[in-house]
């Protein structure tokens, strides 16, 4: 199973004004644990603006824009540091991923952030994500860390997401103000009633709340992953979870990940199309096989790495659409090729396939 962990500041604190290092070694400890029962496990973690107030000492609170971003640029750096020095003695390597709302919209930064974390993930490398807040100002921003590892999931195509908080869950109710509120266990879709619990904003230090990871839910449980809200105090929270434990609130799927994927590939208008050969037309349309440049005679179009392009049959019916992994110009030096010759042509590669068959989507 790949699981997307999100943890937000107030779980790094354990209610605290610091990051908490015992709290962290529980929780990489538990990152280990699953990977070890042979999860695959990518982080998404806050404390950046934490940890730069703890590093140069003046609080978050009332600052201008330019000097949140100095104490993230500072504090993400540590937190990273801190975050190696722990994982090392799990024998975890980790990679420091930093993102922003850009890299969600185009398609070739999305794409180019997915084969790294695929590089990672491949190599047992743990990737840790935040965005980068020291660039992204708030127009340019995702904004808060629930929603973008409800990004990540769909990146990653994550079969969990799990979003420890310091909240047991999704209640009935404000526990803090009803005593009759009682927690709810699963949900079968986000709907408005759910919304209308989500309330304000949660605890002061984070920038979510209960509404942040409704919204994240709803945003992953559409595009077909399963999301958990559990409480970060919990022990071995992590691994209760992964191994189906009722922990928290569980939020079912409501959408299947090749439908979501199809209308992302199908959302873009294609400007680009590429002929193929018989037999390559013949793989696509009856085995939904990955396009090889080797398999294509003539590109048309402007496009970029990562833009949707129609697959067109000799007889000049459209077999698929797909993402191109290579740039209109990349593909037309290609075209016609051996994948082995890629390098030698064009002085680098993104892998053997114009179109890989999980980016293909048959017409
Ligand atoms: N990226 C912010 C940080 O690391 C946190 C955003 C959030 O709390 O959602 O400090």
Redesign the pocket.
Known sequence: MRVVLKL??SVLTAGTDRLHRPRLVDLIRGLAAVREAGHEAVLV????????WETLGFPPRDRTVAEKQV??AV??SR?MHTYAQLADLYGMNVAQVLLTADDFRNRTRYLNARTTLEGCLSRGVLPII??N?AVAVEQIKV??????SAFVANLVEADLLVILTDAPGLYTADPRLDPHATLIPEVARVTPEIWALAGGAGSH????GMH?KIQAAEIATRAGTPVVIAPGDAPDALSRVVAGEALGTRFHASGSRLEARKRWILAEITTGRVHLDDGAAQAVRERGGSLLPAGIHRVDGTFGRGQTISLLAPDGSEVGRGLSRYASVDLARIAGHHSREIEGLLGFTYGPEAVHRDDLIRL
């Open positions: 937000g500041t973690s806050s404390g950046a603006v934490l940890a730069g104490l993230a504090g993400q937190l935040n965005e807040d904004g808060d860390n629930d929603t973008l230090r984070g920038t979510g942040t």
